[in-house]
């Protein structure tokens, strides 16, 4: 996959609830090296604004919502919107992404098959 798309990821329904999951490489095409989350975004307030040069990424947005606005090597812009903590936006290397429109309780689950290394942002505009 060298374009971003929406995975949608099991969900179990159940009267008390619903129940969601990962597996590595079942769900996703990459083993996870690390994960961290983003919340509390003030209203207006953008993030990302970069792309990763050998980086993978899955995005979930476990509670709210938030619009992701993504530009491939082709120079496609395409806007997604997570509201689902079961469906996550995949993200390969090369893709230039910035989040926005956080609702008031978005809180959004980042998995990645690196571990932080800040020479891998490449933090250039696209739009």
């Known amino acids: 996959m060298n374009r971003p798309s929406i995975i949608e990821l099991p969900q179990i329904a159940d009267p008390r609830g619903n129940l969601t999951f990962i597996e590595s490489e079942n769900h996703f095409p990459f083993n996870i090296k690390r994960a961290f989350w983003t919340y509390n975004v ?3 307030k953008r993030r ?7 980086q993978n990424e899955l995005i979930i947005a476990l509670s709210g919502s938030v619009d992701i606005v993504t530009v491939d090597e082709a120079d496609i812009v395409t806007s997604f919107r997570l509201d689902r903590p079961n469906f996550g936006l995949f993200i390969p290397p090369r893709v230039w992404r910035r989040m926005e429109f956080f609702s008031g309780n978005a ?11 800040s020479s891998d942002y490449d933090r250039s505009e696209r739009r």
């Open 48 to 54: 990302g604004g970069h792309s990763y040069k050998k």
């Open 42 to 44: 003030p209203s207006g």
């Open 107 to 117: 809180f959004c689950l980042h998995l990645s098959d690196m571990e932080y290394n």
